[in-house]
């Protein structure tokens, strides 16, 4: 285990708002020295707003940035030492890679020589010595965010802050360099802050994930707890696929169609309830009666993901969504009848109008 | 089938090739006959045989010279005037206030709606004003200049904005420890050179060829003297005018070879990463 270096950051009741807008309403949130935190949102959540007021590149309505005990709040962006990697490409077209990684040091004026070495030792962090010569233009995409990162840590930052960096990337070349970046991250032993809306890139490398919506946190935790403990039905719905099947809640836990689940949260009044069920909750049976019954149904889809199929199953009232070994997807084509194992992982209520459809 | 389908491509490659040519002689023909016919002119001298005399006349004339050189101050300070008020202003706008977007370019066009005429009806209280209590130096003429050109190149330095991502360089920039200045002066300015060589060219080459406003404000420069020189000695005043077509002629060579210089010569091959990221050259 590398041993972490950076320093604490802490975002107090940040407040943003644009004209009637409230785009960040009271976050707050710590990231401890070294740790990467993913932020995962829908579109307008407030997940980059709060990146860019930790970056000093827009200025709070309320609430406080404290980087490493020190409070930023008023420091202008140039003056607040946090590298930055964008989501749009960012390297500065008229210089070469080296140049473009030897920029922030120049700034803090560092000698010519110095600020070579140094640039090209970051190039070769990132696996991009060879190309230190090379303009942005003559880069890929891929390339060109690794420079953004060696350049963002060519400066020693005190937290380094990534908005998106690998949205614009195609999935393959995503997913090698997200696991540089973690690579890179935990080598440094930098304090980060990671924007994504990108489920799958978030609970992947991030040591905690926060979810946000509508400008506030849903829930901040380790990827694991987000995903098989969600904290709200809006995680739940957020993070991974989720059934939603009626259900009637019954001393701490809900009967779905005979099935007897434990809750979450198993401290809720009796009644009838939307339970959320995640596709690896359900399995599908290998024997038993496959023409009457609750759970019995009608294969309708099956879509191969690789070592895992995703099989949707007609219950007649509604569509349950089914995470199986393709090995067992395989023996159950479209049209077989099909009957449904209801594992007793721990699920969450919702007290609304039934929906029919699987989300 | 794929050889006459190749050959009907190339038969249209050729006709294409001629149209262009047609239309490139033609043009040349456009510009160059006047040009060549002013360049026969000053130089036949009475008894019809070649002559420098007009062109070497040139430096005797004093009022010309000085008229000369006030043009050349003035096409360099409205250049500056220029950049340095819209630049900055443009990038703003962009970054900060992109709302009035719409405001700045409208108000930055207007100047090529309204007559040089009533420009100068509008700018002669104000130079009343200046003569009598700051200066009336010919190169106060810049400040109406300055309005003159803002159209073109407004048009010119958008472009250039444009063609780069400015709100991703600007904050690149600052989040690596960059001033305001220095993300103009370092990052800016030199991603977007072009618009400024081609905004200066434009500025420049419309300060030589003004005449109106100058006239009117009763001042002389390049153009009104030419026109003075025209009544006295024709041969000295067309030298003279070819003198400045040739100088806007050597600018936009310059411009050209400035702006299309080629990038520094890279020894790296695009070889195959080594390392841990030699599986992953992205």
Known sequence: MTERSGVEVR?????????????????????????????LGPSGCGKTTALRLLAGLEEANDGRVVIGGKDVT????????????????????????????????????????ERKKRALDMLELVGLGRFANRYASQMSGGQQQRVALARALAIQPQVLLLDEPLSALD???????????????????????????????????????????????EQLGPPTLVYSRPATPFVADFVGLTNRMEGTVRRGAVEIRGASIPLVHPDVPDGPAIALVRPEAVALASDGDMQEGPLVGTVIAVAFLGAVSRVTVDLGDTTVLVQVPTSAASQHPAGTRVRLELRPDPVLIQREEAVPAAS | MAVAARSIQRTRWIKLQVFRY????????????????????STRANDGSRTLDYWKAIPSYPDLTGAIAASLQL???????????????????????????????????????????????????????????????????????????????????????????????????RSLGASWF????RVIVPNISNAILNATLLSV??????????NNLLYNNLQVELVHLARDNAGVSIAVAVAALLFAFALLVVLAFVGGRPRRVHDEPATALA??????QT
């Open chain 1, 11 to 39: 975002l107090e009741n940040l407040v943003r708002r644009y004209g009637t807008v409230t785009a960040l309403d009271g976050l707050s949130l710590t990231l401890a020295p070294g740790e990467l935190v993913a932020l």
């Open chain 1, 74 to 113: 008023g420091l202008p962006a140039n003056r607040r030492n946090i590298g930055m990697v964008f989501q749009a490409y960012s390297l500065f077209p008229h210089m070469v890679a080296w140049e473009n990684v030897a920029f922030g040091l120049q700034m803090r004026h560092v000698g010519v020589d």
């Open chain 1, 171 to 217: 999935a393959k070349v995503r997913s090698r360099l997200r696991d540089e970046i973690r690579r890179v991250q935990l080598e440094v032993g930098i304090t980060t802050l990671f924007v994504t809306h990108d489920q799958e890139e978030a609970l992947a490398i991030a040591d905690r994930v926060g979810v946000m919506q509508a400008g506030k946190l």
């Open chain 2, 22 to 41: 047609v239309v490139f002689l033609l043009a040349a023909i456009f510009f160059l006959v006047p040009l060549g016919a002013m360049v026969e002119f």
């Open chain 2, 75 to 173: 096409a360099v300070i409205t250049s500056i005037v220029m950049l340095v008020l819209l630049v900055p202003t443009m990038v703003w706008v962009r970054l900060k206030l992109p709302r009035l977007t719409r405001i700045i370019e409208f108000m930055s066009l207007l100047p090529l709606t309204i007559p040089a005429i009533v420009l100068v009806v509008g700018l002669f209280p104000m130079y009343i004003w200046l003569n009598n209590n700051l200066s009336d130096s010919i190169l106060t003429l810049s400040l109406a200049y300055v309005v003159l050109v803002l159209p073109y190149c407004y048009r010119a330095i958008d472009a250039g904005l444009g063609a780069i991502d400015v709100k991703t360089l600007t904050e690149a920039a």
């Open chain 2, 182 to 185: 220095t993300v103009m002066w």
């Open chain 2, 205 to 214: 080459a419309l300060v030589l060829g003004e005449y109106t406003i100058a």
């Open chain 2, 275 to 280: 390392g841990p990221l030699a599986a992953s």
